[in-house]
């Protein structure tokens, strides 16, 4: 089992178009610094299972025949703008799962093409994928939205974008499922540095530290991340661990050896 960080950006990615602040500057002037928008790839015995589908090059990246599964974490069009790339395809179909959705994206349901849209899934639902058992992990946002843990020979990774802190429930379930590996969104700065400002559908700093504090995993990192987060990140080092820290592109936890890479 590898799971691999195709994105950890947010919807603006990074650098943002047209912005001059420090952490753009920074990812123009190296490549290792950038952010697409956040999604990921799972490989298991051969086979490629898509997190989300939102990377332009997509078609590129992923020849017909090489996706084995979709797994949509919510239908916000940052998460699922490939789709429409896709649908438009020839050949095998591809089966997607995700949440609940009464509307889905644009008029993805409408016209599907190749993909084929599987029924939704429910909140601790678990299933399982070439021998990877995969739970759904309900997700506090502006619309319905499902992260994943991911188990094989024991060890657990979790996925949970895009959310606005963790429900007891949720957390409760992570205490008595503790995770290896979990990757998060983040959406606000600590409150020293944001002010008094309102929050909503992406996690506050307070709340990942609370996650942290809480649920225990061995590694969290932080996912969804913008350019203002990444600014306030290169001069805030003190607020970041070897336990805790951002996720970047690229980045994978690989079981399937005996290492992994971070």
Not at 82 to 110: M, R, T
Not at 150 to 170: H, M, N, P, Q
Not at 190 to 200: A, C, F, H, S
């Amino acid at each position: 089992m590898k799971l691999t960080l195709l994105g950890t950006g947010n919807g603006a990615m990074l650098p943002v178009y047209g912005c001059d602040c420090k952490a753009c500057r920074r990812a123009i002037a190296d490549p290792q610094y950038r952010r697409n928008k956040t999604s990921a790839m799972l490989e298991h015995q051969g086979k490629t299972l898509l997190i989300d589908a939102n990377l332009p090059d997509l078609l590129q990246r992923f020849p017909s025949g090489t996706i084995d599964r979709i797994l949509l974490t919510h239908y916000h069009i940052d998460h699922v703008q490939s789709l429409f790339d896709l649908s438009a395809g020839v050949g095998s179909s591809i089966p997607v799962y995700g949440p609940y959705d009464e509307h889905g994206c644009d008029n993805l349901y409408k016209y599907p093409g190749i993909l084929k849209f599987q029924p939704p899934l429910g909140a601790f639902q678990t299933f399982e994928w070439h021998g990877i058992a995969i739970t759904t992990i309900p997700l506090t946002h502006s619309r319905a939205c499902l992260g994943y843990v991911f188990e094989w020979c024991g060890k657990r990774i979790a996925y949970l974008t895009d959310t606005y802190g963790l429900s007891d429930a949720v957390i409760q379930w992570f205490q008595s499922h503790p995770v290896e590996w979990m990757f998060i969104d983040c959406g606000y700065t600590p409150l020293d540095v944001r002010g008094d400002i309102p929050t909503r559908n992406h996690s506050t700093f307070e709340q990942i530290e609370d996650i942290q504090r809480r649920c225990k995993p061995k590694h969290l990192r932080l996912l969804h991340i913008s350019h203002a987060f990444e600014s306030w990140a290169m001069d805030a080092a003190g607020y970041f661990t070897d336990s805790l820290a951002l996720a970047h592109d690229g980045q994978s936890v690989d079981y399937s050896a005996t290492n992994h890479n971070d």
